[in-house]
């Protein structure tokens, strides 16, 4: 029962933080961080990520332009666009440390302790990856909110909101941490749940009864 539930704890794990990953890469590069209706034209709609600032008009056409300068982005974008980056290269590590210690694989599998420990490693690298991942997406969700409910701002002049990236940041965030939880965790079962090779092994007692066998026809003639 122990090893059935490693066993799946860590496709479990892995599949998570796969999509964790994805899901993370893709909520880097996306232009919709935030979103933002203009009441004097409708038909236009603004999204802003951590790399452009698209305008999706009604017709479908969508024009985006970059942002002219990192050091002009506002705080939260700019420590929110290298964390991003790192969370991506954190994720790709975790996943590539985590398959080389999964049971299915066959390296290292004269050394068990070592893939327990790149099991383990993995785990971490990907929880530290989901952190990386929520912190930057709640703290541009955090000044949203504040700007939002911000007195000081007239109420004619729009505010941004959240965009769909948020959203998907938190879910990749969570798969990630989750993913590593459980990989982490099946390393430490690992330890466990292998079971104990025997030192050695007894003959079988099928040479014994071949032996009897060439020996009591013998007996037996000296008998008659």
């Known amino acids: 029962m122990a090893g059935g539930w490693w066993a799946k704890a860590q496709v479990g794990g892995m599949l998570l933080a796969l999509l964790g990953w994805v899901s993370s890469c893709v909520t880097t590069f996306v232009p919709l961080w935030k979103n933002l209706n203009l009441d004097l034209n409708e038909m236009e709609v603004w999204n802003m990520g951590l790399w452009q600032v698209c305008i999706t008009q009604e017709e479908g056409v969508v024009e985006c332009q970059a942002h002219g300068s990192f050091l002009a982005l506002p705080p939260e974008l700019r420590i929110s666009r290298l964390l991003m980056c790192l969370s991506n290269g954190l994720g790709l590590l975790g996943c590539l440390l985590a398959a080389l210690g999964l049971e299915g694989w066959r390296t290292c599998e004269d050394k068990p302790g070592r893939k327990r420990r790149l099991l383990l490693a993995g785990g971490v690298t990907l929880g530290v990856?989901?952190?990386t991942t929520l912190v930057p997406v709640s703290w541009v969700a955090y000044d949203t909110v504040l700007d939002f409910w911000?007195?000081?701002?007239p109420d004619i002049v729009p505010r941004w909101e959240f965009?769909?990236?948020t959203f998907l940041g938190w879910f990749a965030?969570?798969?990630?941490?989750a993913g590593g939880l459980l990989l982490a965790c099946s390393a430490r079962t690992m330890r466990t749940a292998r079971p104990l090779v025997p030192a050695c092994?007894?003959?079988p007692p099928a040479q014994g009864l071949a032996?009897?066998?060439h020996l009591h026809p013998k007996n037996a003639d000296l008998v008659i």
């Open 201 to 203: 092994r007894q003959a």
């Open 173 to 177: 965030g969570a798969f990630l941490a």
């Open 163 to 165: 965009g769909e990236a």
């Open 129 to 131: 990856a989901g952190i």
């Open 150 to 153: 911000d007195e000081t701002v």
């Open 211 to 213: 032996a009897d066998h």
